[in-house]
């Protein structure tokens, strides 16, 4: 049993004790931050990527990504308790979950939100060890035109996903493209767009751009609006669910994690559109769709296990194929990177320690967050009342330092200044800086396969046609790109966004 | 016709900006065939996609106004306090050291916000300044200047 060696090897990487205490500092951060309104994951992994670089890969990549799912975990704790997504996928659960704790039942909705958690959590991990090697095998055999196809298809997804049109999703991954470009082009040897500065021949380090996009430019979105938030008052007595409450709930927690775990493999918003679907789904099955909105303990755990499996299928392309589904999996790429990595199918092979550590840190991670989460809620609660101002600081503090020890350079500091404005500028206009990143990332990769795919094909594009595989990945981006015409699907995709 | 200055407008002539920039760098490169590109071909053709998604976007918001809002705000403020407060921090950290950049990161980035008093400020920067140094110099053992001497 090939899985069962494997597993073995990675129980021991992730029960060793260091990686022990990166994986539960992760999910502890995580849930800290998920409980935090305005600090999310994104800009948490973006402030703390230049700090991962003492850490041994594994290590690395146990912690971030127990600050991701912890996250999305945390979230749903002050959903319920005041009404605030402390995540955007949570927003779901502050429909049903808030009126439940209005209603005195704070405690088995958070303990609901736990258990279909946990569950849906275990079982996306449990797809990511059994669709790992076939992938990255079938991934193995790709040439130059399936990956500029499958980036593409990433690409077009992520753009059509996010809040907004297609076009400004699209002209946002391109941008971020032309941004990736900058420095020294490996075919010709010749520096692109340095503008003639040193600190360019290198091409701008992703962490500048992450926590330029993503630290900074939320830093200064959040101090231009006014900070009040509701009076914490509901107290949790009684944490266990009723029989009913079981009986009611496990359907719903199966039928998200299916969900929830379909979707989270889709590159783009993946959790919050899943946790949006499988709320829409309990309400169509319900035969009484009434309680809906008024504390239906079924809205509860259907989404939240969506949300959960979601961000654990979501590891599925980014560790198997190379290609992130979000931005915060690009971070998380972009560890790998820091790291000395290069992501895609051959890391399952060159790499299976840290794979496989990193799969079985998931489980331990996830029965961790329930044991640290229901007890400390009273915790959780009272961090809320931490204001903003406080935090601004902490966030510009670390991420400067951060930034400036990656290269020891200064330079590197006011680049991410540039685009920390660029970003602001592009979020004003209402453009999502999240394919940019994306884009950034997937850009030069894309360009060095394109080339390549061209150059074999003589110069024809029909390469990307005649390959079955390559083929096949642009008719999926075609049909995401089509979806988007129909004005009734743009219309629900933002509803699901923006308001969950 | 009145141009409306629309988000979707601005945003349009942002991408034709960046795309047209694009263009014109990218041409001072060689160019190369499609089956054996230069250093310039593909930056070229991103920068005609972004160009022509631009104009997409003028176009379409020149039309229908009515689907896009003007920016209601832009909250000139924060902008440039948050941003002068990191390209000091830049020019400072190699010059008067880890110390004195964090006290201004965390000065100057509070003028983009007014809310907050002066003792409490002046804890801040104190904690934040023991911190950085605890975690960053002697817990990871980071060779940062701390002083200008």
Redesign the interface.
């Known amino acids: 049993m090939d899985l069962l060696q494997h597993l073995a090897l990675g129980f021991s990487v992730a029960l060793s004790p260091g990686n022990l205490l990166y994986c539960f500092i992760g999910v502890l951060l995580g849930t800290f931050i998920g409980v935090l309104p305005g600090v999310g994951p994104l800009v948490t992994i973006a402030v703390l990527l230049p700090?991962t670089y003492?850490l041994p890969p594994e290590g690395a990549m146990i912690m971030l990504a127990g600050i991701y799912y912890g996250a999305a975990y945390g979230g749903s704790t002050t959903a319920i308790l005041v009404n605030l997504p402390g995540e955007s996928s949570a927003a779901v659960t502050c429909i049903d979950g808030y009126q439940m704790a209005r209603q005195g039942r704070a405690g088995p909705a958070l303990a609901i939100a736990a258990i279909g958690s946990v569950i849906a959590g275990c079982f996306g991990t449990v797809l990511i060890a059994l669709c790992g090697p076939p992938l990255a095998s079938v991934a193995l055999q790709f040439g130059a035109a399936e990956y500029c196809s499958l980036m593409l298809m990433a690409l077009v997804s992520a753009s059509a996903l996010v809040r907004g049109s297609l076009?400004?999703g699209?002209?946002m991954a391109?941008?971020g493209?032309?941004f990736g470009?900058a420095g020294t082009?490996i075919?010709?040897g010749?520096d692109?767009?340095t503008f003639g500065l040193p600190g360019l021949a290198e091409g701008f380090d992703f962490v500048v751009v992450a926590a330029g996009l993503f630290a900074?430019c939320e830093?200064?979105?959040n101090?231009?609006i006014s900070h009040n938030r509701g009076v914490i008052s509901s107290k949790v007595t009684g944490l266990m669910p009723t029989r009913d409450d079981m009986k009611a709930s496990w359907r719903p927690i199966l039928r998200g994690t299916a969900v929830g775990s379909i979707l989270g493999v889709l590159p783009g918003a993946g959790q919050t559109i899943a946790s949006f679907a499988s709320y829409a789904m309990e309400r169509k099955l319900s035969r009484t769709p009434e309680r809906f909105g008024r504390g239906a303990i079924e809205g509860v755990a259907g989404p939240e296990s969506a949300n959960n499996a979601a961000a654990q299928t979501h590891f599925i392309p980014t560790l198997t194929l190379g290609i992130p589904g979000s931005a915060t999996m690009a971070l998380l790429l972009g560890a790998l990177m820091i790291q000395g990595i290069t992501p895609g199918p051959q890391v399952m092979t060159q790499h299976p320690a840290l794979f496989w550590g990193l799969v079985a840190s998931m489980w331990i991670g996830n029965v961790l967050l329930v044991i640290l989460n229901l007890p400390l809620v009273g915790l959780w609660v009272a961090l809320l009342k931490v204001?903003y101002?406080?935090l601004?600081?902490?966030i510009?503090?670390?991420s400067?330092?951060g930034i400036?020890?990656v290269n020891m350079s200064?330079?590197?500091?006011?680049f991410?200044?540039f685009f920390?404005?660029l970003g602001?500028?592009?979020l004003?206009?209402?453009?999502e800086p999240a394919p940019f990143i994306l884009g950034f990332l997937l850009?030069p990769m894309l360009?060095e396969n394109?080339?390549r795919a061209?150059?074999q094909?003589?110069?024809?594009l029909a390469v990307f046609v005649t390959h079955p595989l390559s083929a096949t990945f642009l008719a999926i981006a075609v049909i995401f790109a089509g979806l988007m015409i129909f004005p009734k699907i743009v219309k629900r995709k933002n509803q699901a966004i923006t308001e969950g | 016709m009145k141009i409306q200055l629309t988000k979707d407008f601005l945003g349009g002539v942002l991408f034709l900006l960046i795309g047209l920039s694009t263009i014109v760098i990218g041409n001072t490169y060689k160019l190369g065939t499609a089956s054996n590109m230069g250093p310039g071909y593909f930056p070229i053709m991103l920068g005609v996609i972004v160009g022509l998604i631009g104009v997409t976007m003028i176009v379409t918001a020149l039309r229908n106004p009515e689907n896009s809002e003007t920016v209601a705000s832009w909250e000139i403020r924060p902008l440039i306090f948050v941003t002068a407060a990191i390209v000091l921090f830049s020019a400072l950290i190699e010059t008067a050291g880890l110390i004195a950049a964090v006290a201004g990161l965390v000065v100057v980035g509070r003028f983009g916000a007014r809310e907050g008093s002066i003792p409490e400020l002046v804890v801040i920067v104190a904690v934040l300044i023991a911190v950085s140094v605890g975690i960053f110099v002697y817990g990871l053992d980071i060779p940062l200047r701390l002083r200008p001497w």
Do not use: Q
């Not at chain 1, 004003?428 to 453009?431: A, P, R, S, V």
């Open positions: 700090l003492g076009v400004k699209m002209g391109m941008c493209a032309i470009l082009d075919n010709s010749i692109r767009f900074f830093i200064m979105v101090l231009g204001p101002r406080w601004y600081p902490v510009l503090v670390f400067c330092i400036y020890t200064a330079t590197d500091v006011a991410a200044a920390g404005v602001y500028i592009f004003k206009l209402d453009c850009g360009e394109f080339r061209m150059l094909s003589r110069g024809s």
